[in-house]
């Protein structure tokens, strides 16, 4: 595994603090973070809940679907180790997908209810 703290991809698009991180330390590496940013110069108000999402999880360690559920008691287990969450009190979903052993969530879909609707939650 390399040592370096950052690689190309921490650098563009993950605020900078995205970072390399053995299973074993706290913390869910979270990827495709740019999704996120494209989506809140779109939908400003969600910026915020977005961002705090974003901290809430780096922070997570999840090794299981029920631990997601003790973190985040609203958000919604799918097939294919699948969460929906909500954002911005429910105006907005986030579909991620977890790889547990690797301590990756990787974002899916971010969208309104209007978009979410036109979608396979389970296979986006």
């Known amino acids: 595994m390399r040592t370096s703290k950052k690689n190309k991809s921490s650098r563009k698009g993950n605020f900078g603090l995205a970072r390399r991180m053995p ?7 979270i990827i495709a973070v740019r999704t996120l940013q494209e989506f809140w110069k779109k939908h400003a108000e969600t910026e915020q809940p977005l961002k705090a999402w974003y901290y809430e999880v780096q922070k ?10 003790k973190d985040f008691p609203k ?18 979903r986030l579909i991620v997908k977890i790889h547990y052993n690797r301590g990756i969530v990787y974002i899916r879909f971010v969208g309104t209810h209007a978009e979410y609707d036109k979608i396979n939650a389970t296979t986006i």
Do not use: V
Not at 23 to 29: N, P, V
Not at 60 to 69: E, F, G, H, N
């Open 75 to 92: 958000a919604r287990l799918i097939p294919d180790n699948r969460c929906i969450f909500e954002i911005n009190h429910n105006d907005y």
């Open 60 to 69: 997570c360690s999840w090794d299981k679907p029920d631990d997601i559920l």
């Open 23 to 29: 299973k074993d330390q706290s913390g869910m590496r």
